[in-house]
């Protein structure tokens, strides 16, 4: 059973999600061109878009991806 967290943890989550494809979509990419450019599944940046648990290597992979620092996605 996942650890419970509280409701500011699901929101920055969220927060994360929304500037990973608002970046995506600035750069006029696919979540297809993101995967493949992070080297990453598909599966995996859709449930980072949608705000869902994630790892850091992910997000890292994802910042490297975008051509921005983890700490634009961070916020």
């Known amino acids: ?3 419970h967290h509280p409701p500011w943890v699901a929101d920055a989550r969220r927060a994360i999600g929304d500037r990973i494809r608002l970046r995506r979509i600035q750069l006029g990419w696919t979540q297809q061109r993101l ?3 992070a080297e990453l599944t598909r599966n995996t940046v859709q ?3 949608a705000g869902e648990e994630m ?4 997000l890292l992979r994802v910042a490297e991806a975008l051509r ?5 996605l961070l916020g």
């Open 1 to 3: 059973m996942p650890p």
């Open 35 to 37: 995967w493949e450019t």
């Open 47 to 49: 449930r980072m878009e």
């Open 55 to 58: 790892k850091i290597s992910h």
């Open 68 to 72: 921005v620092h983890v700490r634009d």
